[in-house]
């Protein structure tokens, strides 16, 4: 048994029965040695060591006697060192009992704190749960307008281009579905460009590509007529009453697109339907 600085009663009594006892009937729940104390024991503690010296062995040739003899003085080594503590118990069942209970009561108020705050950790991870959702709702809205604005830009520029000659009016759905499909698409395009007597490189966007085409081109209504035809100023109002026709028979038909809507249109109306192919040739 290993001799301690500090030792409870019941290793006090598995060392020295009758120490254990004692300290029993005194009410001692453990006890605390000086070092010298341990030191001054524990040469008796080693009931092996004991065994094995010379004058043991001499005075008690009989291994059981030996062994018995050996263990009374190491009890006796321990009682006497015990007999010399100073200060007496170190804990007495009293001081043990109040000394268990305040831990235990520490123990559950630290049970509690710890309960408050993984209560307030909680709070917060759903308070920011909470607040991210908010924040992807409030980024969803501005992605939106962003998109409404986007879309209105082009319905201006689609305008623009019509009132500038560079757009017929049956051209327009095609362009915006194809603009509107190139929205946020990054991909770009390079190609050659005159530059004076030389040319460079230019990139651009799909969507910016497409548009500088359709800025570029000729003007649709005066410059793809024939001399000998209607006079030009005739043509822009060949693409409008197409136009505004079309969106009367989407009117009345609902279910019609506006590119069956035109179709519908010219058929009915050859000579209108004449006027307006003179735009597109």
Same mark, same amino acid.
């Given at each position: 048994?290993?001799?301690?600085?500090?030792?409870?009663?019941?290793?006090?009594?598995?060392?020295?029965?009758?120490?254990?006892?004692?300290?029993?009937?005194?009410?001692?729940?453990?006890?605390?040695?000086?070092?010298?104390?341990?030191?001054?024991?524990?040469?008796?503690?080693?009931?092996?060591?004991?065994?094995?010296?010379?004058?043991?062995?001499?005075?008690?040739?009989?291994?059981?006697?030996?062994?018995?003899?050996?263990?009374?003085?190491?009890?006796?080594?321990?009682?006497?060192?015990?007999?010399?503590?100073?200060?007496?118990?170190?804990? $007495?069942?009293?001081?043990?009992?109040?000394?268990?209970?305040?831990?235990?009561?520490?123990?559950?108020?630290?049970?509690?704190?710890?309960?408050?705050?993984?209560?307030?950790?909680?709070?917060?991870?759903?308070?920011?749960?909470?607040?991210?959702?908010?924040?992807?709702?409030?980024?969803?809205?501005?992605?939106?307008?962003?998109?409404?604005?986007?879309?209105?830009?082009?319905?201006?520029?689609?305008?623009?281009?019509?009132?500038?000659?560079?757009?017929?009016?049956?051209?327009?759905?095609?362009?915006?579905?194809?603009?509107?499909?190139?929205?946020?698409?990054?991909?770009?395009?390079?190609?050659?460009?005159?530059?004076? $007597?030389?040319?460079?490189?230019?990139?651009?966007?799909?969507?910016?590509?497409?548009?500088?085409?359709?800025?570029?081109?000729?003007?649709?209504?005066?410059?793809?007529?024939?001399?000998?035809?209607?006079?030009?100023?005739?043509?822009?109002?060949?693409?409008?009453?197409? $136009?505004?026709?079309?969106?009367?028979?989407?009117?009345?038909?609902?279910?019609?697109?506006?590119? $069956?809507?035109?179709?519908?249109?010219?058929?009915?109306?050859?000579?209108?339907?004449?006027?307006?192919?003179?735009?597109?040739?």
């Amino acid at each position: 048994m290993e001799i301690k600085l500090n030792m409870s009663r019941e290793e006090v009594a598995k060392i020295c029965p009758a120490c254990g006892e004692s300290m029993a009937i005194k009410g001692i729940s453990a006890l605390a040695f000086t070092a010298a104390q341990v030191a001054k024991f524990a040469e008796h503690g080693d009931v092996e060591k004991c065994m094995t010296k010379a004058d043991m062995v001499e005075k008690y040739p009989d291994e059981n006697k030996r062994r018995t003899a050996c263990e009374k003085e190491m009890g006796e080594a321990l009682m006497q060192a015990i007999q010399e503590v100073k200060g007496g118990p170190v804990m $007495d069942e009293k001081k043990f009992e109040q000394e268990k209970a305040q831990l235990e009561a520490d123990k559950r108020a630290a049970e509690q704190k710890a309960k408050e705050y993984q209560d307030k950790l909680s709070a917060l991870q759903a308070d920011n749960e909470a607040a991210k959702g908010k924040e992807s709702e409030a980024l969803q809205e501005v992605k939106k307008l962003k998109r409404e604005r986007h879309d209105d830009q082009i319905k201006s520029w689609i305008a623009a281009q019509k009132r500038a000659g560079k757009l017929a009016p049956v051209e327009e759905p095609r362009l915006t579905a194809i603009l509107s499909a190139l929205y946020e698409d990054q991909r770009t395009v390079t190609f050659s460009q005159a530059d004076g $007597d030389k040319t460079k490189e230019v990139k651009d966007t799909l969507a910016d590509a497409i548009k500088a085409f359709i800025v570029g081109r000729p003007n649709i209504f005066k410059e793809m007529g024939h001399a000998d035809d209607e006079p030009t100023e005739s043509l822009p109002k060949a693409g409008d009453e197409v $136009d505004r026709r079309a969106k009367e028979y989407q009117a009345k038909h609902e279910k019609v697109g506006y590119m $069956d809507a035109c179709k519908a249109v010219l058929k009915a109306d050859p000579e209108l339907n004449e006027r307006y192919m003179r735009i597109l040739n």
